[in-house]
Protein backbone atom coordinates (compact mmCIF):
# COMPACT_ATOMS: atom_id res chain seq x y z
CA UNK A 1 0.00 0.00 0.00
CA UNK A 2 0.94 3.66 -0.26
CA UNK A 3 3.32 4.09 2.50
CA UNK A 4 5.30 7.63 4.04
CA UNK A 5 8.51 6.77 5.73
CA UNK A 6 10.14 8.98 7.95
CA UNK A 7 13.52 9.28 9.86
CA UNK A 8 14.70 9.50 12.45
CA UNK A 9 11.77 8.61 14.58
CA UNK A 10 13.77 10.52 17.51
CA UNK A 11 16.56 13.17 17.49
CA UNK A 12 17.92 14.49 20.77
CA UNK A 13 19.74 18.33 20.21
CA UNK A 14 21.79 20.51 22.06
CA UNK A 15 19.88 23.90 21.98
CA UNK A 16 21.66 25.55 19.12
CA UNK A 17 21.85 22.70 16.95
CA UNK A 18 20.73 21.84 13.61
CA UNK A 19 17.98 19.57 13.18
CA UNK A 20 16.72 17.20 9.67
CA UNK A 21 14.26 15.10 9.09
CA UNK A 22 13.44 13.53 6.34
CA UNK A 23 10.26 11.55 4.57
CA UNK A 24 10.11 9.54 1.64
CA UNK A 25 7.02 8.62 0.34
CA UNK A 26 6.54 5.21 -2.24
CA UNK A 27 4.22 7.17 -4.53
CA UNK A 28 4.31 10.09 -6.38
CA UNK A 29 2.39 12.83 -4.37
CA UNK A 30 0.46 15.89 -5.47
CA UNK A 31 1.11 17.98 -2.67
CA UNK A 32 3.03 17.65 0.95
CA UNK A 33 2.29 18.91 4.39
CA UNK A 34 4.23 19.27 7.64
CA UNK A 35 2.65 19.72 10.59
CA UNK A 36 4.02 20.01 14.50
CA UNK A 37 2.47 18.12 17.73
CA UNK A 38 3.83 19.75 20.67
CA UNK A 39 3.81 16.91 23.75
CA UNK A 40 0.28 16.07 25.05
CA UNK A 41 -0.86 18.42 22.13
CA UNK A 42 -2.39 17.82 18.70
CA UNK A 43 -1.25 18.32 15.19
CA UNK A 44 -0.67 21.97 14.01
CA UNK A 45 -0.40 22.74 9.87
CA UNK A 46 2.90 24.08 9.35
CA UNK A 47 3.33 24.51 5.48
CA UNK A 48 2.13 23.03 2.30
CA UNK A 49 4.74 22.17 -0.76
CA UNK A 50 3.01 21.74 -3.99
CA UNK A 51 5.66 22.23 -6.82
CA UNK A 52 8.46 19.72 -8.01
CA UNK A 53 11.97 21.42 -6.20
CA UNK A 54 10.10 23.75 -4.09
CA UNK A 55 11.76 25.62 -1.44
CA UNK A 56 10.17 27.33 1.34
CA UNK A 57 10.93 29.56 4.71
CA UNK A 58 9.75 29.94 7.85
CA UNK A 59 12.13 31.67 10.00
CA UNK A 60 14.52 29.47 11.22
CA UNK A 61 12.56 26.38 9.22
CA UNK A 62 13.32 25.50 5.58
CA UNK A 63 10.92 22.74 3.97
CA UNK A 64 11.82 20.94 0.53
CA UNK A 65 9.77 18.95 -1.71
CA UNK A 66 12.02 16.68 -3.95
CA UNK A 67 12.31 16.69 -7.55
CA UNK A 68 10.40 13.92 -8.41
CA UNK A 69 7.16 14.63 -5.40
CA UNK A 70 8.43 11.83 -3.55
CA UNK A 71 10.29 12.79 -0.57
CA UNK A 72 10.77 16.20 1.40
CA UNK A 73 13.05 17.50 4.53
CA UNK A 74 12.32 20.05 7.24
CA UNK A 75 15.51 21.53 8.62
CA UNK A 76 15.92 23.99 12.02
CA UNK A 77 18.50 26.15 12.26
CA UNK A 78 19.92 26.83 15.51
CA UNK A 79 17.20 24.80 17.75
CA UNK A 80 15.32 26.37 20.63
CA UNK A 81 13.54 24.64 23.59
CA UNK A 82 10.31 25.71 21.57
CA UNK A 83 11.26 23.52 18.98
CA UNK A 84 10.26 20.74 20.88
CA UNK A 85 7.93 18.39 19.50
CA UNK A 86 6.72 15.98 16.94
CA UNK A 87 7.05 16.62 13.25
CA UNK A 88 4.98 14.91 10.92
CA UNK A 89 5.46 15.23 7.02
CA UNK A 90 1.94 14.00 5.12
CA UNK A 91 1.35 13.65 1.63
CA UNK A 92 -1.91 13.48 -0.72
CA UNK A 93 -1.08 10.87 -3.35
CA UNK A 94 -1.42 12.21 -6.88
CA UNK A 95 -4.84 11.52 -7.71
CA UNK A 96 -6.62 10.78 -4.56
CA UNK A 97 -7.45 13.80 -2.90
CA UNK A 98 -9.34 12.82 -0.29
CA UNK A 99 -6.55 10.78 1.76
CA UNK A 100 -3.80 12.50 3.62
CA UNK A 101 -0.58 9.74 4.46
CA UNK A 102 1.17 10.61 8.01
CA UNK A 103 4.92 9.56 7.89
CA UNK A 104 5.55 7.99 11.63
CA UNK A 105 6.66 11.42 12.57
CA UNK A 106 10.34 12.36 13.95
CA UNK A 107 10.18 13.59 17.54
CA UNK A 108 12.55 16.28 18.12
CA UNK A 109 13.84 17.28 21.98
CA UNK A 110 15.92 20.08 22.60
CA UNK A 111 18.61 20.03 25.65
CA UNK A 112 18.84 23.54 26.70
CA UNK B 1 -7.56 24.32 16.46
CA UNK B 2 -10.33 26.57 17.39
CA UNK B 3 -13.86 25.20 15.63
CA UNK B 4 -13.43 21.04 16.32
CA UNK B 5 -14.57 19.70 19.60
CA UNK B 6 -13.67 16.32 20.93
CA UNK B 7 -15.24 14.81 23.62
CA UNK B 8 -14.94 13.58 25.95
CA UNK B 9 -11.21 13.99 26.30
CA UNK B 10 -10.38 11.29 28.34
CA UNK B 11 -12.37 8.14 28.42
CA UNK B 12 -12.13 4.58 30.12
CA UNK B 13 -14.05 1.58 28.58
CA UNK B 14 -14.76 -2.07 29.86
CA UNK B 15 -14.18 -5.13 28.21
CA UNK B 16 -17.45 -5.80 25.70
CA UNK B 17 -18.74 -2.21 25.98
CA UNK B 18 -19.12 0.00 22.54
CA UNK B 19 -18.32 3.39 23.56
CA UNK B 20 -18.67 6.61 21.11
CA UNK B 21 -16.33 9.33 20.55
CA UNK B 22 -17.82 12.91 19.79
CA UNK B 23 -16.79 15.15 16.72
CA UNK B 24 -18.29 18.30 16.10
CA UNK B 25 -17.13 21.34 14.14
CA UNK B 26 -18.48 24.60 12.67
CA UNK B 27 -16.05 25.55 10.29
CA UNK B 28 -18.11 24.27 7.03
CA UNK B 29 -15.43 21.97 6.29
CA UNK B 30 -16.81 19.06 3.84
CA UNK B 31 -14.60 16.16 5.02
CA UNK B 32 -13.92 14.64 8.46
CA UNK B 33 -11.34 12.29 9.33
CA UNK B 34 -10.66 10.30 12.06
CA UNK B 35 -7.05 9.24 13.49
CA UNK B 36 -5.50 6.96 15.83
CA UNK B 37 -2.09 7.50 17.25
CA UNK B 38 -0.21 5.27 19.19
CA UNK B 39 3.56 6.38 20.87
CA UNK B 40 5.86 5.81 17.89
CA UNK B 41 3.28 5.19 14.99
CA UNK B 42 2.48 8.11 14.16
CA UNK B 43 -1.15 8.56 13.10
CA UNK B 44 -3.52 5.94 11.01
CA UNK B 45 -6.28 7.04 9.48
CA UNK B 46 -9.40 5.03 10.98
CA UNK B 47 -12.44 6.29 8.83
CA UNK B 48 -12.93 9.54 6.54
CA UNK B 49 -15.82 11.51 5.26
CA UNK B 50 -15.74 13.48 2.12
CA UNK B 51 -19.36 14.60 2.52
CA UNK B 52 -22.83 14.06 4.11
CA UNK B 53 -24.38 10.60 4.19
CA UNK B 54 -21.11 9.03 2.65
CA UNK B 55 -17.70 7.67 4.18
CA UNK B 56 -14.71 5.54 3.13
CA UNK B 57 -12.41 3.22 5.57
CA UNK B 58 -9.69 4.14 6.30
CA UNK B 59 -6.52 1.69 6.90
CA UNK B 60 -7.63 0.56 10.39
CA UNK B 61 -11.05 0.09 10.43
CA UNK B 62 -11.59 -3.07 11.69
CA UNK B 63 -13.52 -2.88 15.26
CA UNK B 64 -14.48 0.95 14.53
CA UNK B 65 -17.83 2.49 13.10
CA UNK B 66 -18.34 5.98 12.05
CA UNK B 67 -21.98 7.80 10.64
CA UNK B 68 -22.22 11.20 9.41
CA UNK B 69 -25.87 12.27 9.37
CA UNK B 70 -24.63 16.18 9.49
CA UNK B 71 -21.86 18.20 8.06
CA UNK B 72 -20.64 19.23 11.42
CA UNK B 73 -21.12 16.09 13.32
CA UNK B 74 -18.63 12.98 12.97
CA UNK B 75 -19.03 10.62 15.86
CA UNK B 76 -16.29 7.40 16.67
CA UNK B 77 -17.42 4.09 17.75
CA UNK B 78 -15.08 1.79 19.34
CA UNK B 79 -16.68 -1.80 19.61
CA UNK B 80 -15.76 -4.51 21.72
CA UNK B 81 -14.59 -5.89 18.82
CA UNK B 82 -11.33 -3.30 18.58
CA UNK B 83 -9.68 -5.48 20.82
CA UNK B 84 -6.81 -3.06 21.79
CA UNK B 85 -9.12 0.34 21.58
CA UNK B 86 -6.46 2.28 24.49
CA UNK B 87 -5.35 5.15 22.08
CA UNK B 88 -4.97 8.84 21.66
CA UNK B 89 -7.91 9.83 18.91
CA UNK B 90 -8.11 12.51 17.08
CA UNK B 91 -10.65 14.04 14.72
CA UNK B 92 -9.54 16.47 11.82
CA UNK B 93 -11.56 18.41 9.45
CA UNK B 94 -10.50 19.88 5.83
CA UNK B 95 -12.26 21.97 3.50
CA UNK B 96 -13.46 21.71 0.90
CA UNK B 97 -13.15 18.42 -1.09
CA UNK B 98 -11.99 18.13 -4.52
CA UNK B 99 -9.02 20.59 -3.68
CA UNK B 100 -6.13 18.72 -2.42
CA UNK B 101 -4.18 22.02 -1.23
CA UNK B 102 -5.93 22.36 2.35
CA UNK B 103 -4.62 21.52 5.33
CA UNK B 104 -6.12 19.26 8.28
CA UNK B 105 -7.44 21.26 11.52
CA UNK B 106 -7.06 18.56 14.36
CA UNK B 107 -9.37 18.49 17.61
CA UNK B 108 -7.48 18.59 20.99
CA UNK B 109 -8.04 14.32 20.72
CA UNK B 110 -10.31 12.03 23.13
CA UNK B 111 -7.53 9.78 25.42
CA UNK B 112 -9.58 6.03 25.70
CA UNK B 113 -8.19 3.69 27.94
CA UNK B 114 -9.28 0.17 28.98
CA UNK B 115 -10.53 -0.82 32.67
Known amino acids: GQQVMQIPQYQHVQEGEDFTTYCNSSTTLSNIQWYKQRPGGHPVFLIQ?????EVKKQKRLTFQFGEAKKNSSLHITATQTTDVGTYFCAGHPSGNTGKLIFGQGTTLQVKP | DGGITQSPKYLFRKEGQNVTLSCEQN?????MYWYRQDPGQGLRLIYY???????QKGDIAEGYSVSREKKESFPLTVTSAQKNPTAFYLCASRSPTGTSNQPQHFGDGTRLSIL
Open chain 2, 49 to 55: SQIVNDF
Open chain 1, 49 to 53: LVKSG
Open chain 2, 27 to 31: LNHDA
